[in-house]
């Protein structure tokens, strides 16, 4: 288990392991070891000279080295206030936090639909945060989902309970496929709804009643601090599930994705997957492109390569599923494996690019959208200035059109 507060104030503050493990004379392994193994503790000299340069105190990095009495007394020093239910809290304490939060702001909830009656504008500043340079996650429940249908049950409001999280989708509705600011949904069993604005964290469990939880009803805190991604470690710890899917109209979509390109920040990369991209244009010289249900941006068809079949199935395959189209390879246009350049996705993988784009002809079919496509389309050269499309794919296009007879490897 990773040491994640030590991870996210060594990111904070701007530097690396290597950084670390220059200003305190040890090796950069020791340092990644006590990022990734929370058990690794550092000897007292070293911890406080790393709590001196990520300013935080060793005890906030390192619960574990103290005593048991000490812990207890750090984690309660944690805890701000704590309200007999939700609607206690100061109507104007919400709408504070989200003002004050420049980091990160994380939604964990089967609805959470309050916060939009507390916050009008709140969908529109999570925009503004996100593009300012804040992480914004938001996880709903998924209103198809078995555990929704069991909470609805379990507090007596039957299909009420998918229909306030739809409601709850519906202001959402301008963030879908927003390439930084992330909705999901999730389908597991709530233990405790959270609120993450920066360090400030507002956490609400069930309250359990003889008819059944209720969730409005029960005592909430406020918190100060929390892993940077207390929000997703929340689903892995309490019930070792997930957040999946992207939250979009018809619910049944793919797995979200987020792209970290030439990010100093972005998170470490944890696989590589070999995958591809195809450049193929008809007798008009028009590129095909399809627009991703996953962020909703504009893109060469393409996948990752299946076990048992060529890279070059992989294209012809992955261009028929997610565009109609029928291709066969040609040629290449090259080969783009930026280090700088991953993806993270819903489910913790964050995937370093490795993908090969093919140049290929076309064969048969007519442009049709798919479950991983929203639209399809042959798009003229001088038309891709007025479409969304990211910088590294746009790379790729750009090289394809030069058509140079040695292809790009970079």
């Not at 701000?80 to 809290?89: N, W």
């Not at 004050?100 to 009008?120: D, K, N, R, S, V």
């Not at 998924?142 to 306030?164: C, F, H, L, T």
């Amino acid at each position: 288990m990773p040491n994640e507060r030590l991870r996210d104030a060594i990111l904070r503050n701007g530097m690396t392991p290597t950084n670390v493990a220059e200003k305190i004379g040890v090796d950069p392994k020791t340092v990644e070891r006590w990022i990734t193994h929370a058990d690794r503790v550092p000897f007292a000299r070293h911890r406080h000279a790393i709590a001196a340069l990520v300013r935080e105190s060793h005890s906030y990095l390192w619960p574990n080295a103290l005593s048991k009495e000490r812990a207890l007394a750090v984690a309660q020093s944690e805890l701000v206030t704590i309200y007999p239910r939700r609607g206690a809290v100061p109507g104007d304490l919400w709408q504070r936090l989200l003002d004050q939060a420049t980091m990160q702001i994380g939604i964990l909830a089967y609805g959470g639909l309050f916060l939009h009656e507390m916050i009008p504008d709140l969908t529109k500043t999570l925009i503004a945060k996100a593009e300012a340079g804040a992480k914004v996650e938001v996880l709903i429940g998924d209103p198809n989902g078995q555990q929704v249908v069991q909470r609805g049950a379990d507090e007596g409001i039957g299909e009420s309970m998918p229909g306030k999280i739809r409601n709850t989708l519906a202001f959402y509705e301008p963030m879908r496929g927003h390439h930084t600011a992330g909705v999901m949904l999730h389908d597991t069993v709530l233990y405790n709804s959270i609120y993450r604005f920066d360090d400030d964290v507002g956490q609400q469990p069930p309250l359990r009643t003889p008819s059944g939880p209720r969730t409005g009803s029960a005592p909430s805190s406020t918190r100060r601090r929390g892993p940077l991604r207390h929000v997703r470690s929340e689903l892995r710890t309490r019930s070792g599930s997930i957040p999946r899917r992207m939250a979009r109209r018809g619910d049944n979509v793919p797995m979200a994705r987020i792209e970290h390109y030439n990010d100093p920040n972005a998170p470490r990369a944890n696989s590589i997957v070999v995958a591809c991209t195809v450049f193929v244009t008809d007798d008009e010289d028009r590129v095909l492109l399809i627009r991703r249900t996953d962020n909703e941006l504009w893109a060469l068809p393409g996948g990752a390569q299946d076990i048992g079949e060529y890279i070059a199935e992989t294209a012809v395959r992955e261009t028929r599923e997610e565009s109609g189209v029928d291709i066969e390879v040609t040629g290449l246009v090259g080969i783009y494996s930026n280090p700088h350049h991953v993806v993270e996705y819903s489910d913790g993988e964050v995937r370093q690019q490795f993908s090969i784009c093919f140049r290929a002809r076309y064969v048969d079919g007519q442009p049709t959208p798919s479950r991983e496509s929203s639209d399809v389309r042959w798009i003229s050269h001088h038309d891709l200035d007025d479409l969304p499309i990211h910088p590294s794919m746009r790379l790729r296009i750009d090289h394809g059109y030069q058509r140079s007879a040695e292809p790009y490897v970079g």
